[in-house]
């Protein structure tokens, strides 16, 4: 069976293995049943958390409409949205000051 909570290297590949650990925390947080997954409401909570607002935000939120399984964002599937939303504005990421 696949472990929900190892990302794979794909998935990682935008991000150094600090901004994936810090991103893997603050999933964590909204993760309180420590299914591996948090649900598209959640999501929402989770870029607010992390600086991700406006068009990036609503891009964001449309692929996951996408890719949630019965309403479920897997960790893989969470830094995958992150990176797509990342492309349409170069230079942005994750607020360094929420990944400290």
Excluded: C, W
């Amino acid at each position: 069976t696949l472990n929900a909570h190892r990302s794979s290297p794909m998935a990682e590949a935008a991000f150094s293995r600090e901004e994936v650990s810090a991103l893997r925390g603050i999933f964590s947080l909204y993760d309180t049943d420590d299914s591996g997954y948090i649900s598209t409401k959640e999501l929402e909570a989770v870029l607010q958390k992390i600086g991700r607002s406006g068009d990036d935000a609503s891009a964001i939120m449309a692929g996951a409409e996408e890719v949630a399984k019965e309403g479920k964002i897997t960790f893989d599937d969470f830094l995958q949205l992150l990176e797509k939303g990342n492309k349409d504005v170069p230079g942005e990421g994750p607020d360094p000051k929420v990944l400290e």
